[in-house]
């Protein structure tokens, strides 16, 4: 059974300041997602990391994969407040994703 | 492009009444897969429709159970509900096959009572 890990769950931060989230997981996977979800509302995809050292960047936010390592990062640069979410890696393996708790994002101005 | 489309997107039951919930996927997906999120919880996987068939099950009771349709639309059923069944559940649609993104719905929120 695929075990996936998140952390911190809880992230509070001041604007422009960088951090990362870190995604561990247990066993092999075909490709790993990540996701944000506003309160209330459903999920929004971000990235999808198709193989070992994927690396991809969307405006402040870039997501790597180490699949010997079965960890992903997600990297906030110099945050905003409209990054305030929860976000979610998956990891897609046995005709399904496995969500990690995820990581509640808060940033402050 | 509609994307995936989810009804209701509220709905109230009482605990041992059943509930059907029902998803149309993304235009060109042939795949529906369903999630359960608790409130403040991941989202868990349900089970997964192809063909007209379950193709994965995941560590949820029979109450719960799928069907899907020739156009590819799907729906979620859940019999004698509990307290806890109360959550958001989640369509996601995609293409078989490797390297496909799955895009989700917005979601139907059921309240149990």
């Known amino acids: 059974e695929l075990k996936v890990e998140q952390n911190p769950l809880f992230l509070s931060m001041q604007e422009g300041k960088n951090y990362t989230i870190y995604c561990n997981y247990s066993?092999?996977?075909?490709?790993l997602y990540w996701y944000r979800q506003d309160p209330g509302k459903s999920l929004e995809s971000l990235f999808v990391?198709?193989?070992?050292?994927a690396v991809k960047q969307e405006g402040r936010l870039m997501a790597s994969l180490d699949t010997k390592a079965r960890l992903s990062t997600l990297h906030i640069t110099a945050a905003v407040h409209d990054l305030s979410a929860t976000y979610f890696c998956?990891?897609?393996?046995?005709?399904?994703?496995?969500f990690g708790g995820g990581t509640r994002l808060m940033v402050k101005p | 492009d509609a994307g995936v489309t989810q009804s209701p997107t509220h709905l109230i039951k009482t605990r041992g009444q059943q509930v059907t919930l029902r998803c149309s996927p993304k235009?060109?997906?042939?795949?529906v897969s369903w999630y359960q999120q608790a409130l403040g919880q991941g989202p868990q996987f349900i089970f997964q429709?192809?063909?007209?068939?379950?193709?994965q099950r995941g560590n949820f009771p029979d109450r719960f159970s799928g069907h899907q349709f020739p156009n590819y639309s799907s729906e979620l059923n859940v019999n004698a509900l509990l307290l806890g069944d109360s959550a958001l559940y989640l369509c996601?649609?995609?293409?078989?096959?490797?390297?496909?993104?799955?895009?989700f719905g917005q979601g139907t929120r059921l309240t149990v009572v």
């Open positions: 996601a649609s995609s293409l078989i096959g490797l390297n496909t993104e799955a895009f």
């Open positions: 066993t092999t996977s075909d490709r």
């Open positions: 990391l198709l193989s070992n050292g």
């Open positions: 998956a990891p897609y393996a046995g005709n399904m994703l496995t």
């Open positions: 235009s060109g997906h042939d795949t």
């Open positions: 429709y192809y063909e007209e068939e379950e193709r």
